[in-house]
């Protein structure tokens, strides 16, 4: 079972970037499927980006897509999330999750995931 903590949150100006690092604890990391999710307050959870395990499948939803690019390292058991032209609407706690036999869908599905970080807040502010 990995243990997953997200980092590289925090504040940044619209048109900014960030870039967000999902790091594992654990075997197998490179068997796993690795998910970013976000939840900013009074909204349902959206999936953002995935990448899957073996082909590195990726998947993107519409509102990053362009913008957010999602990429991994094996070697240091770690998923970066990388966001560029940042606006208000991304302000969120990002959270990372993974499982096995996921991101091979045209969309992030949260339910898939079993393993997830405590999460890392971004806000985008002047």
């Known amino acids: 079972q990995l243990q997953l903590v997200e980092s590289g949150g925090g504040l940044v100006q619209p048109g900014g970037s960030l870039r967000l690092s999902c790091t594992a604890s654990g075997l197998g990391f490179e068997y796993y499927g690795i998910g970013w999710f976000r939840q900013a307050p009074e909204k349902e959870r959206e999936g953002v980006s995935c990448i899957s395990s073996s082909n590195g499948n990726t998947v993107y939803a519409d509102s990053v897509k362009g913008r957010f690019t999602i990429s991994r390292d094996n070697a240091k058991n770690t998923v970066y999330l990388q966001m560029n032209s940042l606006n208000a609407e991304d302000t969120a706690v990002y959270y990372c999750?993974?499982?096995?036999?996921?991101?091979?869908?045209?969309?992030?599905?949260?339910?898939?995931?079993?393993?997830w970080g405590q999460g890392a807040q971004v806000t985008v502010s002047s």
């Open positions: 999750a993974a499982d096995m036999g996921v991101c091979y869908e045209d969309y992030v599905i949260s339910s898939e995931y079993s393993t």
